[in-house]
């Protein structure tokens, strides 16, 4: 059975003998604002503690993987706002260029930020019958902001992002599949099961690396996520968008 390494504030982190670590979320809509920030931040502090060779699972519990930015913290916070999304944006930046292999495991839905945290894995795996995936800004009158725009263009074709981000389609797990958003959809009960056989084929004795390097795989994922990975740690929510960082 998986040991409990971290657990604060809904946020729990569980380590597997087999070097597969699984973040959970379970904060109800799991509504990105400062709090859940400071739990992934240490959540995230563990896991890069962790020896390898490893991957990283992360999943939530009930009906959102992430319901996307706190909506009701922003409204009463406008000074904070941009504070938060920027320590978020670095969560982001974090688990894309991770040394190890990341993978998301979409129970609900994921619209916006939760959409984003998808999209910083590696890979995507989405329960069927039930969530949709979306970028919500065109609904709610927002600019999508640099470092959301950057990684957004880092992982989705055009086509699916003039579809997705021009017209706020939401996209079920089917739809997601084609779109390329997510690699593998499959019924609830067979998530994480799917999920952990897509983190245990990334470890570097199944991959048949004769010489793997953490730092390396590191470097090769800023080099291929270059502007995503700038815009996400040089970026401001101000940065107008028409910049290049």
Not at 116 to 128: E, Q
Not at 196 to 210: I, K, S
Request: glycine content about 8%; aromatic content about 6%; charged content about 20%.
């Amino acid at each position: 059975m998986a040991e409990l390494i971290f657990d604060d504030d809904g946020i729990t982190l569980r380590a597997a003998a087999d070097g597969i670590l699984t973040l959970r979320m379970n904060r109800g809509q799991n509504a990105v604002n400062p709090a859940l920030i400071t739990s992934l931040s240490a959540a995230l502090d563990k896991v890069d503690q962790a020896d390898h060779p490893k991957s990283l699972i992360i999943t939530a519990e009930g009906k959102f993987f992430s319901n996307g930015l706190d909506l009701e913290f922003m409204m009463s916070n406008a000074v904070g706002t941009p504070i938060m999304i920027e320590s978020f944006w670095k969560i982001l930046a974090r688990i894309l260029v991770m040394d190890c292999r990341t993978v998301a495991a979409i129970n609900g839905h994921g619209f916006g930020a939760g959409l984003f945290l998808a999209l910083a894995c590696d890979f995507r795996v989405m329960r069927t019958s039930r969530g949709y995936l979306c970028w919500p800004e065109l609904n709610l009158g927002m600019r999508l902001a640099k470092g959301f725009s950057e990684l957004s263009k880092a992982k989705a074709s055009q086509a699916t992002l003039r579809e997705g981000v021009l017209t706020g389609k939401r996209y079920n797990s089917s739809e997601a599949l084609k779109a390329g958003l997510v690699d593998v959809e499959c019924p609830i009960e067979n998530l994480i099961e799917e999920a952990a056989e897509m983190a245990v084929a990334g470890l570097p004795e199944n991959l048949g690396l004769a010489n793997f390097d953490p730092e390396a795989l590191k470097l090769i994922k800023v080099e291929l996520y270059t502007d995503a990975y700038r815009a996400l740690t040089l970026g401001t929510v101000a940065t107008h968008a028409h910049s290049r960082l």
